[in-house]
C-alpha cells in the first residue's frame, strides 16, 4: 500500500532561514505523481507543485526548490530565506497510477517562521 | 473568478442532527472529492464523484452520504450516524481522477458538535 511519511511535526524558524521539509513515500508502482500543498491558517490547500516518477530534475520556484530522489524514495521541499507569510501547514501527497481517488497525505508539517 | 466555493465555514451541530454542507465548483471539473482533516492528520478521503449522478465510497464513508445532480455541486450530509463528526471538512475538484491531474481545494468547513 502506498504510503506518505513527513516525520517533521512542526518546524520553527527565524526569519531568511532556509528550512527544508522532508516527505518520504512508499509505492509498489513504477508510475506515480508526488504533490506538495500549502495550507495557510484560512484553510485552503494551495497547490504548490507535481512532479512525475519518471522526472527526477530538480525544481525551483523562486525561493522554492524541490529535491527528488528515488533512490532514497523523498520529496523534499526546500524553502530559502524564510518568511512570515511562509507559515502554514505542509502537505506532501502520492498518487499512484490508477487514478487520484487514492491519493495518499502525508500527516503535514507546520511550520512557524518568526519575524 | 474560477474556484471552489465551501458554505458554511463554521458550523455548529447538535447531537442527532444532520447537517449539509455546501460545495459549488465553476471549473468545470468532473470529478469531485470530499476530505476530513482531523488536528495533526492527513487528510482522509470520504466520498468521490467522477461524473454527474455518481458517486463512490472513500476510506472513511460511513455516517456520511453525498449526491452529485449537476457538475458543479457536491453537497456532503454529515448525518446522525457519524459518532465523531467534528473536523475540518475540505471538497476539492480535477479535471477528472487520473492519477496526476492536479486536485484543487475549497477554503474548507469547519464542523463542531455541541
Known amino acids: 500500500a502506498q504510503k506518505v511519511t513527513q516525520a517533521q511535526t512542526e518546524i520553527s524558524v527565524v526569519e531568511k532561514e532556509d528550512v527544508t521539509l522532508d516527505c518520504v513515500y512508499e509505492?509498489?508502482?513504477?508510475?506515480?505523481?508526488l504533490f506538495w500543498y500549502k495550507q495557510p491558517p484560512s484553510g485552503e490547500l494551495v497547490f504548490l507543485i507535481r512532479?512525475?516518477?519518471?522526472?527526477?530534475q530538480n525544481e525551483i520556484s523562486g525561493r522554492y526548490s524541490w529535491n527528488f530522489q528515488k533512490s532514497t524514495s523523498s520529496f523534499n521541499f526546500t524553502i530559502t530565506a524564510s518568511q512570515v507569510v511562509d507559515s502554514a501547514v505542509y502537505f506532501c501527497?502520492?498518487?499512484?497510477?490508477?487514478?487520484?481517488?487514492?491519493?495518499?497525505f502525508g500527516a503535514g508539517t507546520r511550520l512557524t517562521v518568526k519575524p | 473568478d474560477g474556484g471552489i466555493t465551501q458554505s458554511p465555514k463554521y458550523l455548529f451541530r447538535k447531537e442527532g442532527q444532520n447537517v449539509t454542507l455546501s460545495c459549488e465548483q465553476n471549473?468545470?471539473?468532473?470529478?469531485m472529492y470530499w476530505y476530513r482533516q482531523d488536528p495533526g492528520q492527513g487528510l482522509r478521503l470520504i466520498y468521490y464523484?467522477?461524473?454527474?449522478?455518481?458517486?463512490q465510497k472513500g476510506d472513511i464513508a460511513e455516517g456520511y452520504s453525498v449526491s452529485r445532480e449537476k457538475k458543479e455541486s457536491f453537497p456532503l450530509t454529515v448525518t446522525s450516524a457519524q459518532k465523531n463528526p467534528t473536523a475540518f471538512y475540505l471538497c476539492?475538484?480535477?479535471?477528472?481522477?487520473?492519477?496526476?491531474?492536479?486536485?484543487?481545494f475549497g477554503e474548507g468547513s469547519w464542523l463542531t458538535v455541541v
Open positions: 464523484s467522477q461524473i454527474v449522478n455518481d458517486f
Open positions: 471549473l468545470n471539473h468532473d470529478a
Open positions: 501527497a502520492l498518487s499512484e497510477s490508477y487514478n487520484n481517488n487514492d491519493m495518499r
Open positions: 509505492t509498489r508502482d513504477t508510475t506515480y505523481y
Open positions: 512532479r512525475n516518477s519518471f522526472d527526477e
Open positions: 476539492a475538484s480535477s479535471i477528472d481522477t487520473t492519477s496526476g491531474n492536479t486536485i484543487y
